[in-house]
Nanobody, 131 residues
Framework: QVHLTESGGGSVQPGGSLKISCATS????????MAWFRQGPGKEREKIAT????????AYDDSVKGRFVIFQDNANKMIHLQMNNLKPEDTAVYSC????????????????????????WGQGTQVTVSS
């Protein structure tokens, strides 16, 4: 059974940093596309970062590019999202997701994983940015 469990959310002041993590189980971790989505209050869920678990290729939405870094932790079968220079508009529930179809590569500039369809999500972790 596929499980994705997020952790590390919390409250932080504008300009601060936070790292959130996603633990995985129930599927073969290698050669997968994984992603972070977020849903802010009154907003639709949006994809913000993707990573290929084997080659590490990553892609980002413009709203977080240059501030957030997604990376994989192959030894522990996890992915993480390092969030820097946080803004109030980053306040949201952050969820990780996986495409269970294997992907040989994440593609140039992470394009394969950015474009793929994600079918399983975790429950999410709340991130609140406020002074």
């Amino acid at each position: 059974q596929v499980h994705l469990t997020e952790s590390g959310g919390g409250s932080v002041q504008p300009g601060g940093s936070l790292k959130i993590s996603c633990a995985t189980s129930g599927f073969t971790y290698s050669r997968k596309c994984m992603a972070w989505f977020r849903q802010g209050p009154g907003k639709e869920r949006e994809k913000i970062a993707t990573v290929h678990t084997s080659d590490g290729s990553a892609a980002y939405d413009d709203s977080v590019k240059g501030r957030f870094v997604i990376f994989q932790d192959n030894a522990n079968k996890m992915i993480h999202l390092q969030m820097n220079n946080l803004k109030p508009e980053d306040t949201a529930v952050y969820s990780c997701a996986v495409d269970l179809l294997s992907a040989t590569t994440g593609g140039t500039n992470g394009g394969v994983c950015w474009r793929t369809a994600y079918e399983r999500w975790g429950q999410g972790t709340q991130v609140t940015v406020s002074s």
